[in-house]
């Protein structure tokens, strides 16, 4: 199995995430609502963790 791409976004980068995503992994993420965590493209605070 490859490693686990997580990608953590605000809501102004959910969508740019979501499509970083599927064009390195090729299939359809999940979205998970969270909290705590930073976003990978702003540093603002995250509201998804986008993940396999």
């Known amino acids: 199995m490859g490693k ?3 990608i953590y976004a605000c809501r102004e ?3 740019i995430a979501i499509d ?3 064009n390195k ?3 359809a993420p999940q979205i998970i609502k969270i ?3 930073k976003c990978s493209y ?3 605070n ?7």
């Open 13 to 15: 980068h959910v969508e």
């Open 20 to 22: 970083d995503f599927v």
């Open 42 to 44: 702003c540093k603002e």
């Open 35 to 37: 909290k705590n965590e």
């Open 4 to 6: 686990e791409t997580n």
């Open 25 to 27: 992994k090729e299939i």
């Open 46 to 52: 995250a509201e998804y963790e986008i993940k396999e």
